[in-house]
T-cell receptor, first 111, second 115 residues
Framework: TQLLEQSPQFLSIQEGENLTVYCNSS?????LQWYRQEPGEGPVLLVT?????EVKKLKRLTFQFGDARKDSSLHITAAQPGDTGLYLC???????????FGGGTRLMVKP | GAVVSQHPSWVICKSGTSVKIECRSL??????MFWYRQFPKQSLMLMAT?????????EQGVEKDKFLINHASLTLSTLTVTSAHPEDSSFYIC???????????FGPGTRLTVT
């Protein structure tokens, strides 16, 4: 069974601060996805990383896939209140297309 | 785009009745769709994998006779909660896989409340 440990579980910061969310596993994933979910809505795909060591940027968000494809991080620069939400990482194993989700990080950015 | 819709958005039903939730991929064909359940302030829990034209694959602990899944076409999967009980109250989310690249696109979710 593949497990993804996501940390921190909760994060409350002031507008303008930087933050990093981590997603770790002892298993290797063929790809890893990051989603953002707002209350009462479905998760929205932010990015997919596939190659070990890959770095992708989406405006103020930087995503990194570990060299061994076992871990990933999401870094947000100069957080804004609009970044508030539940961030989920999810990994796809080599065996198929099922996703293993991390426990989620609930981010609150205060103005 | 990759848009997935769900219907209804929310439903309240009485204990013992059955509820059907629809999941549609609006602008792409999805051979595989997934059904998740999410409790408040928690992550998503995979219930089953729905494959077009074949039986769904259920995760351990999910009763297939209670949660009936039908993937009748490449754009539609349905989840029927049979003989619903209050403990079935939850947020149900579907997702669809596009182009077999293992990216899943999620519907907006259906909030089910069983009274």
């Amino acid at each position: 069974t593949q497990l993804l440990e996501q940390s921190p579980q909760f994060l409350s910061i002031q507008e303008g601060e930087n933050l990093t969310v981590y997603c770790n596993s002892s298993s290797v994933f063929s790809s890893l996805q990051w989603y953002r979910q707002e209350p009462g809505e479905g998760p929205v795909l932010l990015v997919t990383v596939v190659t070990g060591g890959e770095v992708k940027k989406l405006k103020r968000l930087t995503f990194q896939f570990g060299d061994a494809r076992k871990d990933s991080s999401l870094h947000i620069t100069a957080a804004q209140p609009g970044d508030t939400g539940l961030y989920l990482c999810a990994g796809a194993g080599d065996a198929g297309n099922m996703l293993t989700f991390g426990g989620g990080t609930r981010l609150m950015v205060k103005p | 785009g990759a848009v997935v819709s769900q219907h209804p958005s929310w439903v309240i039903c009485k204990s013992g009745t059955s509820v059907k939730i629809e999941c549609r991929s609006l602008d792409f064909q999805a051979t595989t769709m997934f059904w998740y359940r999410q409790f408040p302030k928690q992550s998503l829990m995979l219930m089953a994998t729905s494959n077009e034209g074949s039986k769904a694959t259920y995760e351990q602990g999910v009763e297939k006779d209670k949660f009936l899944i039908n993937h009748a076409s490449l754009t539609l999967s349905t989840l029927t909660v049979t003989s619903a009980h209050p403990e079935d109250s939850s947020f149900y989310i579907c997702s669809a896989e596009r182009d077999r690249i293992y990216e899943q696109y999620f519907g907006p979710g259906t909030r089910l409340t069983v009274t």
